[in-house]
């Protein structure tokens, strides 16, 4: 089992950038994948980027790829979601979840987060 906790959120402007960090208290925290899920007020849970064991691969939903940056840390049990360029339709509830791999690589991730507020406004 794994506990995941998000921390970066906050409030910026268009154009700023945030960055997002899911910290993992597993100490097999490089035997899951690592995904970054996010909610808006209204609507569905969303799918934004998920990450391999490793690092190697990594997968981005069309409207942030280009703008956000997954990345992990092992030695640090931690993964990264560098976003830049932000736009109003950023703004949700982002949170990170875990998997032992079948749920890879945008699929019901087994272990969550309590999520970290980003808010971008025009």
């Known amino acids: 089992q794994v506990q995941l906790v998000e921390s970066g959120g906050g409030l910026v402007q268009a154009g700023d950038s945030l960055r997002l960090s899911c910290a993992a208290s597993?100490?097999?925290?490089?035997?899951?994948?690592i995904g970054w899920f996010r909610q808006a007020p209204g609507k569905e849970r969303e799918f934004v980027s998920s990450?391999?064991?490793?690092?190697?691969?990594?997968y981005y939903r069309d409207s942030v790829k280009g703008r956000f940056n997954i990345s992990r840390d092992n030695a640090k049990n931690t993964v990264y979601l560098q976003m830049n360029s932000l736009k109003p339709e950023d703004t949700a509830v982002y949170y990170c979840?875990?998997?032992?791999?079948?749920?890879?690589?945008?699929?019901?991730?087994?272990?969550w987060g309590q999520g970290t507020q980003v808010t971008v406004y025009s």
């Open positions: 990450i391999s064991w490793s690092g190697a691969s990594t």
């Open positions: 597993s100490r097999t925290f490089s035997s899951y994948v």
């Open positions: 979840a875990a998997d032992l791999g079948s749920a890879w690589p945008q699929g019901e991730y087994a272990y």
